[in-house]
């Protein structure tokens, strides 16, 4: 059962199937029923981290364009119709570094209840592609899907859309352990990407999410199960003895599966746009991930361009070391 402290209703879908679905699971103290969510969601100077602490639910209805073209911040992989949707906004984790704190003054989970909208729109799009054209689209920039799949089953959708749906390449990227559906089997073209990072880090930035070990039980379990992975190395964070540490979880990989039966990977260092960064630091005044002396590049903040190389770098060859058959095309560099 989900807690919720308040949960948020817009008027119009409150009778709609998958809100009874997900009311069946939560509890919660007080129910309010709104004209539209971002009249809460949307309030300025709202305390996230007490609303982090305090979760309450926001369910609502996504209208207008729901697949957006893939920013230029965010891995394309090399294909050309690279798209992105939201059907959730915020997460379950509470990583120091993590541009939803420079986008949103909000801290409570928004479910849009009106996925089949999202599909008819990816479907759509599908319609419209060239003869032999895929589109990559990613489902959880806005949060980690995985760790609201008991209460909302969207993952689970999305496998489904995936399955009928051989000219979409659908990405769920997370920083948890799902574990593999046994009972349905694989989807080749839904990639589950891993978000790797050392221990340390996770410790020090990435709080709430699941630890390291659990990641690479995963990863192992998913590969061995036949399912698409991709590993994301990124962000690389930067401190003191980052060689050491994204080295050590590098090593941990190859020890626990063969590196060359992961599809690709994403490599990255932190970026964020110069205003997100303003609104993160607020929110983060002691967190030495976002106060680093960052760079301003076309309007976004980075790490100094040899540091950045180096990083990259190291961590690439470093994965390559241990790859007997595959060459530099798995390595993909934001």
Same mark, same amino acid.
């Given at each position: 059962?989900?807690?919720f402290n308040?949960?948020y209703?817009?008027?119009?879908?409150?009778?709609h199937?998958r809100?009874r679905e997900?009311?069946?699971k939560?509890s919660?103290?007080?129910?309010?029923?709104?004209?539209?969510?971002?009249?809460i969601?949307?309030?300025?100077?709202?305390?996230?981290h007490f609303q982090?602490?305090n979760?309450s639910?926001i369910l609502?209805?996504?209208s207008?364009?729901?697949l957006?073209?893939?920013?230029p911040?965010?891995?394309?992989y090399?294909r050309k119709?690279f798209?992105y949707?939201s059907?959730m @906004?915020?997460c379950l984790?509470?990583?120091?570094?993590?541009? $939803?704190?420079g986008?949103?003054d909000?801290?409570y989970?928004?479910?849009?209840v009106?996925?089949e909208d999202?599909?008819?729109q990816a479907e =759509? =799009?599908l319609?419209l592609?060239?003869d032999?054209?895929?589109?990559?689209?990613?489902?959880?920039?806005d949060t980690?899907?995985y760790?609201?799949e008991? $209460?909302?089953?969207?993952?689970?959708?999305?496998k489904k859309?995936a399955?009928?749906?051989t000219?979409?390449?659908i990405?769920?990227?997370t920083?948890?352990?799902?574990?593999?559906?046994?009972?349905e089997?694989?989807?080749?073209?839904?990639?589950?990407?891993?978000?790797l990072?050392p221990q340390?880090?996770?410790d020090?930035f990435?709080?709430?999410?699941?630890?390291?070990s659990?990641?690479?039980?995963?990863v192992?379990?998913?590969?061995s199960?036949?399912g698409?992975?991709r590993?994301?190395?990124?962000p690389?964070i930067?401190?003191?003895?980052? @060689?050491?540490?994204y080295?050590?979880l590098?090593? /941990?990989?190859?020890?626990?599966?063969?590196?060359d039966?992961?599809m690709?990977?994403?490599i990255?260092t932190f970026r964020?746009?110069?205003?997100?960064?303003k609104r993160?630091? =607020?929110a983060?005044p002691?967190?030495e991930?976002v106060w680093?002396?960052?760079?301003?590049k076309?309007?976004y903040?980075?790490?100094?361009?040899?540091l950045q190389e180096q990083?990259i770098?190291?961590? /690439?060859d470093?994965?390559m070391?241990?790859s @007997?058959s595959?060459?530099n095309?798995?390595i993909?560099?934001?």
């Amino acid at each position: 059962m989900w807690s919720f402290n308040h949960i948020y209703i817009e008027n119009d879908i409150k009778d709609h199937p998958r809100t009874r679905e997900i009311l069946s699971k939560c509890s919660w103290h007080g129910i309010f029923y709104i004209d539209r969510y971002l009249k809460i969601f949307g309030r300025k100077k709202q305390d996230i981290h007490f609303q982090m602490k305090n979760r309450s639910l926001i369910l609502a209805r996504a209208s207008g364009e729901l697949l957006y073209r893939g920013s230029p911040m965010c891995q394309d992989y090399g294909r050309k119709q690279f798209y992105y949707t939201s059907t959730m @906004k915020n997460c379950l984790y509470d990583c120091e570094y993590c541009y $939803l704190k420079g986008m949103y003054d909000c801290g409570y989970i928004v479910i849009f209840v009106n996925i089949e909208d999202v599909f008819a729109q990816a479907e =759509r =799009r599908l319609d419209l592609l060239a003869d032999g054209e895929r589109m990559y689209l990613s489902v959880s920039f806005d949060t980690d899907l995985y760790s609201f799949e008991s $209460l909302s089953g969207y993952c689970g959708l999305w496998k489904k859309f995936a399955r009928e749906h051989t000219g979409a390449e659908i990405e769920i990227r997370t920083k948890g352990a799902p574990s593999p559906d046994g009972d349905e089997g694989e989807v080749p073209n839904l990639i589950h990407a891993y978000t790797l990072s050392p221990q340390q880090i996770i410790d020090r930035f990435e709080h709430n999410t699941a630890p390291l070990s659990a990641r690479i039980r995963s990863v192992a379990r998913m590969l061995s199960s036949g399912g698409t992975v991709r590993i994301c190395i990124d962000p690389i964070i930067y401190v003191r003895d980052w @060689k050491e540490l994204y080295g050590s979880l590098i090593d /941990s990989m190859a020890r626990a599966f063969d590196i060359d039966r992961v599809m690709d990977f994403g490599i990255g260092t932190f970026r964020i746009s110069r205003e997100y960064l303003k609104r993160l630091r =607020r929110a983060e005044p002691h967190s030495e991930a976002v106060w680093y002396p960052f760079e301003i590049k076309d309007g976004y903040a980075v790490y100094p361009d040899t540091l950045q190389e180096q990083m990259i770098l190291f961590t /690439s060859d470093r994965i390559m070391s241990f790859s @007997k058959s595959r060459k530099n095309d798995i390595i993909f560099r934001a």
